[in-house]
């Protein structure tokens, strides 16, 4: 695809359930991180996969959230039994990474809304 | 551990006005900066760039300069637009690694 692509667009749930949400990078992207968008917080960092393996989880809250990416390039992030503090955009970005600096530029998805009642 | 500062708004402008907001930022080495826009309803996309000091990353009129000796990437527009109304985040990055972002900037331009 021209661009990363992530599903659901909005999702609501209610507290307590587990929610999956879907990014699709950019063809040929090495590089994916998640990052949340909330009100209170800004702009903040996941979680980053290079290929399948994730060698910064630094930003994952709470042991509530995981990743996964398979295949070097669908990732998937789960919350495990939702609470409303966790309502926010999730926003997957991907990027080409390079031996060449400069060419790290992360390019962002529409995101997911989520809504925990 | 690396951190963005930028102006706080929102900020308020008639069209054709001339545009200011600081960025400035703390990093260990040399990280790539960044301006990224958010238009209403929209998702984050991409301004312009920098990866090294002095460098000046340009993209629709708007313009920021790499400066290491103060650590700012403030981002400038000589002529605003009504179209230009959306919230702009500054960012860097340290290679490969995660985007940090500054608080945002919310710009709001009257015709």
């Known amino acids: 695809g021209a661009g990363v692509s992530q599903s659901p667009s909005n999702k609501v749930t209610e507290k307590g359930k587990d929610v999956e949400l879907r990014c699709d990078p950019i063809?040929?992207?090495?590089?994916l991180y998640w990052y949340r968008q909330s009100l209170g917080q800004g702009l903040e960092f996941l979680i980053y996969?290079?290929?399948?393996?994730?060698?910064?989880k630094s930003g994952l809250p709470s042991d509530r959230f995981s990743a996964e990416r398979t295949g070097g390039s669908v990732s998937t992030l789960t919350i495990q039994r939702t609470q409303q503090e966790d309502s926010a955009v999730y926003l997957c970005?991907?990027?080409?990474?390079?031996?060449?600096?400069?060419?790290?530029?992360?390019?962002f998805g529409p995101g997911t809304r989520l809504t925990v009642l | 551990g690396n951190s963005v500062t930028q102006m706080e708004g929102p900020v308020t402008l008639s069209e054709e006005a001339f545009l200011t907001i600081n960025c400035t930022y703390t990093?260990?080495?040399?990280?790539?900066l960044f301006w990224y826009v958010q238009y209403p309803g929209e998702g984050l996309q991409l301004l312009l760039k920098?990866?090294?000091?002095?460098d000046k990353g340009s993209n629709k009129g708007f313009e920021a300069t790499y400066r290491k000796e103060t650590t700012s990437f403030h981002l400038e527009k000589g002529s605003v637009q009504v179209s230009d109304s959306a919230v702009y985040f500054c960012?860097?990055?340290?290679?490969?690694?995660?985007?940090?972002f500054g608080a945002g900037t919310i710009l709001r331009v009257k015709s």
């Open positions: 970005a991907s990027s080409s990474l390079s031996p060449v600096k400069g060419t790290d530029t992360q390019y």
């Open positions: 920098a990866t090294k000091a002095d």
């Open positions: 960012a860097l990055s340290s290679y490969g690694n995660k985007l940090v």
């Open positions: 063809s040929g992207h090495t590089a």
């Open positions: 996969f290079q290929g399948n393996s994730a060698p910064d």
């Open positions: 990093a260990t080495g040399y990280p790539s």
